[in-house]
């Protein structure tokens, strides 16, 4: 954002010129003088109530600042702001993420698979501003959360707003990929992939996974599959988002991650296993590095008059002189 002038010229003028006619007007006249009456011959001498030279002065500066406005104002103030617009379209992208209760595991580093998960998808759609990123999350049931969009704020909202086992205890892998395909299958955009997020095997829903991978590549999808964490016993802890009831302790862990591969392959796509948090970021920046598209942009700048509210400002200062001039001063300064 920056501030311009339709008529730099006149108000270079302006400042040149206003301030030698005040200079000629004073050598002409003399200097204005305030005049005040001192009370009768031998009465008391008069002492206002307040120190009125101050008054007087900050009376004329803000007359001056009004001047000055106006002469902003004429000049044609204008506010240019330019902002980055995609000329070319990019990719449509929906990340399914499974929001089950073993999301809650702690061994994203001493954070939660989750919360990790969050945190990367935001940051994936982050480095993709042309591309349209939606959401879907997957428990008992799958349901698409945010259609895939540029509005950033949207997507980050619903992000931040969703939390583990918001969609019961299961994990409905088929029905997340299902959903992903059923919203991605009349796209126009030139790639258009699904990825998901989870960390165990399908136990819910009416599709079973495979079927539902197998789908897309008969529509054009690309599948990434990242399977998060390890097997074992792992630490959980997490509030219940239906119950407000707190559920620590540690769970094991049925990681299996040659289902996912088995999904993987019926969808023709990629599996990654991360069980580490920097093997997870990893694996996002592969499919930030895959599903990369060649796009142009250019530059739009928008420009906004202020020549009102510059006027305005100048009026009120100017007004509000006068006001005080003729109701405290008398009009005498």
Do not use: C
């Amino acid at each position: 954002m920056r501030l311009a002038l339709e008529q730099p010229a006149l108000f270079i003028a302006g400042i040149i010129l206003i301030p030698l006619g005040i200079f000629i007007l004073r050598r002409l006249y003399g200097p204005l003088s305030l005049v005040l009456p001192l009370g009768p011959p031998g009465g008391v001498p008069f002492k206002p109530p307040f120190g009125i030279e101050w008054l007087v002065r900050a009376l004329r500066a803000a007359e001056y600042a009004g001047a000055f406005l106006l002469l902003l104002a004429a000049a044609g103030p204008l506010v240019r702001t330019s902002g980055r617009v995609w000329l070319s379209r990019g990719a449509d992208i929906i990340a399914v993420m499974d929001i089950s209760p073993s999301m809650a595991a702690l061994d994203m580093e001493g954070r939660s698979r989750f919360d990790a998960a969050r945190d990367l998808i935001r940051f994936f759609a982050e480095r993709r501003p042309a591309d349209a990123i939606g959401l879907a999350a997957a428990g008992n049931d799958a349901a698409l959360l945010v259609p895939p969009t540029t509005d950033r704020r949207a997507l980050f909202s619903r992000l931040e707003s969703l939390r583990v086992g918001e969609m019961g205890d299961g994990t409905a892998l088929g029905m997340g990929l299902a959903t992903a395909a059923f919203h991605l299958r009349n796209s126009a955009a030139p790639r258009r992939a699904v990825i998901l997020v989870t960390d165990g095997e399908n136990n819910a829903g009416a599709v079973h996974p495979e079927t539902a991978a197998a789908m897309l590549p008969e529509l054009g999808i690309s599948l990434w599959i990242i399977g998060i964490g390890r097997g074992g016993e792992v630490p959980v802890d997490y509030v219940d988002p239906r119950t407000r009831m707190r559920r620590s302790g540690t769970f094991l862990s049925h990681f299996n991650p040659e289902s996912l591969m088995s999904v993987s392959r019926a969808g023709g796509g990629t599996f990654i296993r991360a069980p580490s948090a920097q093997s997870f970021a990893d694996a996002f920046s592969l499919v930030d590095e895959k599903e990369m598209l060649a796009r142009r942009r250019g530059t739009v700048t928008e420009t906004k008059s202020l020549r009102v509210p510059f006027i305005a400002a100048a009026f009120i200062l100017i007004l509000l002189a006068r006001l005080v001039r003729t109701g405290i001063l008398g009009g005498r300064s």
